[in-house]
């Protein structure tokens, strides 16, 4: 069992950035392979950006864009998420993820935080 906590989300102007942090506890993180995933109001999840357990592979949806970086520190327990540029599109709930699968780490879930792109 893997309980993730998400933080960092707020409000923030278009073109600002934002920090997400996901802290794990209760297995061996470096099993897992983890996920950033948002869904907007009336929208589907959608999956941002996925690293590998060892954080050597990682991958983003197309509409990232070079704007978002994804990083774990396996030592520490946590999975960042930094963002850049962000625009009003990008306003929605962010969740962390994690699972065995690198194509689909979604076993476990964080409660998400709210990350708003508003002026």
């Known amino acids: ?24 506890s209760g297995s061996i993180f470096g099993h897992y392979a983890m996920g950033w995933y948002r869904q907007a109001p009336g929208k589907a999840r959608e999956m941002v950006a996925r690293i590998s357990n060892g954080g050597r592979v990682t991958a983003y949806a197309g509409f990232v864009k070079g704007r978002f970086t994804v990083s774990r520190d396996n030592a520490e327990n946590t999975a960042d998420l930094q963002m850049n540029n962000l625009q009003p599109e990008d306003t929605a709930v962010y969740y962390c993820s994690c699972g065995f699968g690198y194509y689909s ?4 879930w964080g409660q998400g935080t709210q990350v708003t792109v508003s002026s």
Do not use: I
């Not at 780490?105 to 476990?108: A, K």
């Open 1 to 24: 069992q893997v309980r993730l906590v998400e933080s960092g989300g707020g409000l923030v102007q278009p073109g600002g950035s934002l920090r997400l942090s996901c802290a794990a």
């Open 105 to 108: 780490p979604t076993d476990y």
